[in-house]
């Protein structure tokens, strides 16, 4: 099983540009979420699906943007990149609910840089 | 709403020694998990020990165990016999609520061993 798979894992933007960071996940599992990670502040929500064709936002979603079509896929689209959204940012999926058996399970990361 | 502390920034502990690192948390439910994530420096995370809010017993997970006081709303991890491996940043992380949508982590402790 691959997991959680989570591309590109590095990347250079400039200022105004935009792009997607890409996630995808063959563990069936109903929950994916997008988290951003800064010094001192652990991992901040951004966005979250609880099934295909559901989305919501979390904490800090401000200039982000995502959907889901499918089970597998939950990609991340930053529209206009600027300098604060530099931050390593992780995909994770997990079973619904906060019971045993319900850990997220996380991507490798991607440590984004705007310029 | 659901909140997680984590009030040590750093820690440091002598190698097979234990080590005690704090989280604290609020919520309104009754039900809720609780989970504790290790980050080592190559950056990916990794899912250590769960704890139910109904629970009767610590966990348990070889070297780490949980000691979970409901009343003070605190499931401080514990790692004992601590090795040089164990040096990584270690993540609090809180679901609750119904459909417990969201995963909400505290801002960490960096851990360091010495030999």
């Known amino acids: 099983n691959a997991g959680v798979t989570q591309t590109p894992k590095f990347q250079v933007l400039k200022t105004g540009q935009s792009m997607t960071l890409q996630c995808a996940q063959d563990?069936?599992?109903?929950?994916m979420s997008w988290y951003r990670q800064d010094p001192g502040m652990g991992l901040r929500l951004i966005h979250y699906s609880v099934g295909a064709g559901i989305t919501d936002q979390g904490e800090v979603p401000n200039g982000y943007n995502v959907s889901r079509s499918t089970t597998e896929d939950f990609p991340l689209r930053l529209l206009s990149a600027a300098p604060s959204q530099t931050s390593v940012y992780f995909c994770?999926?997990?079973?619904?609910?906060?019971?045993?058996?319900?850990?997220?399970?996380f991507g490798q990361g991607t440590r984004l840089t705007v310029v | 709403a659901q909140k997680i502390t984590q009030t040590q920034p750093g820690m440091f502990v002598q190698e097979k020694e234990a080590v005690t690192l704090d989280c604290t948390y609020d919520t309104s439910d009754q039900s809720y998990g609780l989970f504790w994530y290790k980050q080592p420096s190559s950056g990916e995370m990794i899912f250590l020990i769960y704890q139910g809010s109904y629970d009767e017993q610590n966990a348990t997970e070889g070297r780490y165990s949980l000691n979970f006081q409901k009343a003070r709303k605190s499931a401080n991890l514990v790692i004992s016999a601590s090795q040089l491996g164990d040096s990584a940043m270690y993540f609090c992380a809180m679901r609750s609520g119904g459909s417990a949508r969201q995963l909400t982590f505290g801002s960490g402790t960096q851990l360091t061993v010495l030999p």
């Open positions: 994770a999926s997990s079973q619904p609910g906060w019971a045993r058996n319900t850990e997220a399970f």
């Open positions: 563990m069936n599992h109903e929950y």
